[in-house]
């Protein structure tokens, strides 16, 4: 606290030189070392705004720009901001002035001819104030970068459970438990071909593993049917959308809600025919239509209980024919401009 009350910045502002003098010398053999002066009180705003002060030391009579008028500019440069004290320093003794001067803001009042003993007395009682402001906000600052860490900790946290609960969701009907991370990288290269801005790209990958965390809902009987599934099966398959997006749903853990999107969307299709919604185009997220074909090819390219892998050329070709029906063309031409340049971007 000393070393801060002696390295304040302090700024006088008395228009007589002689003045200046005086307090300076005052403050200097008290230790302070970061003075500042100005004979022109037009220069205080300037002076402030460049420096801000700690403390002011104001003449209250000055040509061209009084006091009262220097106090009425800092109140509105300071408005809502941090305690920052004026002492008014003035040979007029009235009563007066002195209403003027605390109406106006000032902190505290010096009469002159001033007192060495009493110029360092009220010098340090503004200056101890002021650093007391600074430690306050200095430390709610530090509790409000803390706070940040932690909240991200709990996020991250959170979305781990989530991605754990996604693979148990997903070993049921692949035993790998790779095709999540597999959806999540490929979403990623997708929306990177769309030019998508890399921290949207970035969580897209986060979010699109969690795709189908809604199939933990859904009976053995039907998720791991190696036949057609009979209607009534289908309707109940389809639930996983809603399941997921109730499970991810959230409004304060903005990339939550971003999976939540893609688990209830990636289902549908670009010419309105998917579910569960029969949203069609635009009216589907990106997120979601970027997800349908990531996930798409991954299902095509990988052997299920249920099911034969394909080739990727046989699944490019089925991406393509579906182009515009199931899926946005664009989210396609994505893909597969990613895919032409490496296939193994994908497997
Ligand atoms: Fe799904």
Redesign the pocket.
């Known amino acids: 606290m000393e070393d801060r009350v002696t390295q304040a910045r302090i700024l006088i502002v008395d228009d007589e030189e002689d003045n200046v003098q005086v307090l300076r010398r005052i403050l200097a053999a008290e230790g302070y070392t970061n003075v500042s002066s100005t004979n022109h009180p037009e220069e205080v705003e300037y002076l402030t705004r460049e420096m801000d002060p700690d403390l002011i030391l104001l003449d209250i009579i000055m040509p061209r720009m009084s006091g009262q008028d220097v106090l009425r500019q800092l109140q509105q440069i300071d408005e809502g901001a941090l305690y920052r004290p004026v002492l008014v320093l003035t040979s007029d003794h009235s009563r007066q002035a002195q209403r003027e001067a605390w109406a106006g803001g000032a902190k505290d009042f010096l009469t002159k001819p001033l007192s060495p003993s009493e110029v360092r007395q009220r010098v340090r009682n503004l200056l101890e104030t002021r650093m007391l402001y600074r430690i306050l906000r200095e430390h709610n600052e530090d509790l409000e970068s803390r706070v940040n860490a932690r909240t991200a900790e709990l996020e991250e946290a959170r979305l781990q459970i989530l991605y754990r609960l996604a693979r148990a969701a997903e070993y049921r009907d692949d035993d790998t438990g790779q095709h999540t991370k597999r959806v999540g990288l490929s979403a990623g290269r997708i929306a990177e071909a769309l030019a998508l801005d890399p921290y949207e790209v970035k969580r897209i990958r986060m979010a699109a593993p969690l795709?189908?965390v809604?199939?933990i809902g859904i009976p053995d009987s039907i998720l791991l049917s190696s036949g057609k599934l009979s209607a009534a099966d289908f309707e109940v398959m389809k639930t996983?959308?809603s399941i997921?997006a109730d499970l991810l749903s959230s409004e304060d853990v903005p990339l939550l809600g971003l999976a939540a999107e893609v688990?209830l969307t990636?289902?549908e299709w670009w010419d309105g025919s998917g579910y569960p919604a029969g949203l069609a185009g635009d009216a589907v997220p990106l997120s979601g239509r970027i997800v349908a074909v990531a996930?798409t090819f991954d299902a095509l390219t990988h052997s299920r209980p249920y099911k034969q892998a394909w080739p990727a050329e046989r699944a490019f070709d089925e991406l393509t024919r579906l182009s515009g029906q199931a899926f946005d063309p664009d989210v396609v031409g994505a893909f597969l401009s990613v895919a032409a340049s490496g296939v193994e971007a994908f497997v």
């Open positions: 795709h189908d809604g199939k996983h959308c997921g688990a990636h289902h996930d």
